[in-house]
């Protein structure tokens, strides 16, 4: 066999007769270069790369294992929002322009209508009007005032005034009826027009600040806000949440407090993944459980379903380890990373930045793959005290 060709690492050390396709990204006895058969015989097909794809990998291209990282979902995530179709500029000129022309059509409609309503409005004024002079006899009081002499014709005008007179209650009848008519046709004002465009303009804010808020992500758990409820469990209407100008929504359990729980009835299910933060402010009390609440099971607590993941003391409740070790003890400015995947019926609990320990539900305790759940916070009793949780992030993706 041709020396240079090992020399070159070209064929496989192991299997001489099998070229080298792939690097080996964990492998602790330095070889690294792999043939197709290593990878057939080791079955660890996620520890390899292909050197092919190396070479013909261009600028966005990711890897599905590459560089390390703790969770390859992060990579998985990160390919699919890269390679995801985005909308093109024409493409959103186009739908503009037909959203513009749709407007404009309903408006112009709008406006038809109201038209009419007007000429409506007019045509029943002037009926009334025809009415009024008919009543009143306008025409005949005309010609008596102008006679050359009123008095040559006083009788009459008396005759006609009390025929009148005599017809007072039907005359009163017949105005009212028409009195009525005409505010019934008058449907349009100024204050209408007023409601239509504030109504309008609305809508154009609503959506502009939808807009805005995609456009800051990291301010996406502020719409939890909307969501905020209290367990159905003692005094939890006594818990506070309080939005601040840092764009922080903080979780207050005042010492009053023996016992209680928050929810946000913000569905979660498995279509989805969710990345959620929370800092803690102090070092708390007794204990609390960060977890999820099933919508169907709302009359328990994370300390009975142990979906969640307990701090201030060592309990069962997320008690396994993934990688490094278990962690429960909490200190200010401690940020805790949360990922939700239902899916695969489970919650990660991370240390962020540096996801040194990762933390996750029992097998006993995994989530129901069809339910849909709530994100929710579990405070402890037997101690009175005070502690401040800061929920500062929350993402969501398609999974």
């Known amino acids: 066999m041709d020396s240079q060709k090992f020399k070159n690492n070209a064929y496989c050390k192991h299997h001489p007769e099998f070229k080298i396709k792939y690097i080996k990204i964990r492998d602790e006895s330095n070889e690294i270069l792999k043939c197709e058969e290593c990878a057939l015989e080791e079955d660890q097909i996620q520890d ?17 294992n590459w560089p390390p990282v703790q969770d390859l979902t992060l990579l998985k995530n990160l390919k699919y929002v890269i390679h995801q179709e985005a909308y093109s500029i024409e493409q959103i000129e186009l739908q503009f322009t037909f959203y513009i022309k749709e407007v404009v059509q309903k408006i112009e409609q709008i406006k038809k209508c109201i038209i009419q309503s007007i000429i409506r409005q007019n045509q029943e004024k002037e009926d009334c009007i025809k009415m009024y002079n008919q009543l009143s ?45 005409i505010k019934n046709s008058n449907k349009y004002s100024q204050q209408l027009f007023n409601t239509l465009r504030d109504s309008t303009f609305k809508l154009i804010d609503d959506f502009d600040f939808i807009i805005k808020q995609q456009d800051k992500e990291d301010s996406k758990h502020l719409q939890l806000l909307q969501y905020f409820r209290f367990c159905s469990y003692s005094q939890s209407n006594q818990i506070q949440l309080v939005s601040y100008d840092n764009n922080s929504l903080s979780i207050i359990k005042n010492n009053l407090i023996l016992y209680g729980g928050i929810y946000f009835e913000y569905g979660l299910n498995q279509s989805k993944t969710y990345t959620i933060r929370f800092k803690f402010n102090d070092t708390a009390g007794e204990y609390f459980i960060i977890g999820l609440l099933n919508s169907q099971e709302m009359l328990k607590t994370l300390n009975e379903t142990y979906q ?39 919650i990660y609990f991370l240390d962020y930045p540096d996801y040194n320990n990762i933390n996750q539900l029992r097998d006993i305790d995994l989530l129901d793959q069809n339910g849909i759940y709530y994100l929710a916070i579990h405070f402890g009793a037997n101690e009175l005290y005070n502690t401040c949780i800061d929920l500062i992030y929350f993402q969501e993706n398609d999974n």
């Open 137 to 181: 006899g306008k025409q005949q009081l005309q010609q008596f005032v102008n006679s050359s002499n009123i008095f040559q014709n006083l009788s009459n005008l008396n005759e006609f005034i009390q025929d009148a007179i005599d017809q007072q209650y039907e005359n009163t009848n017949i105005l009212k009826q028409q009195l009525q008519k």
């Open 48 to 64: 390899y790369i292909s050197i092919k794809s190396i070479k013909l990998s261009n600028h966005d291209h990711i890897f599905r």
């Open 308 to 346: 969640g993941k307990t701090f201030c003391k060592i309990s069962d409740a997320g008690a396994d380890v993934l990688q490094g070790e278990y962690f429960y003890k909490i200190f200010p400015e401690q940020i805790l990373e949360m990922r939700v995947n239902i899916k695969y019926q489970q």
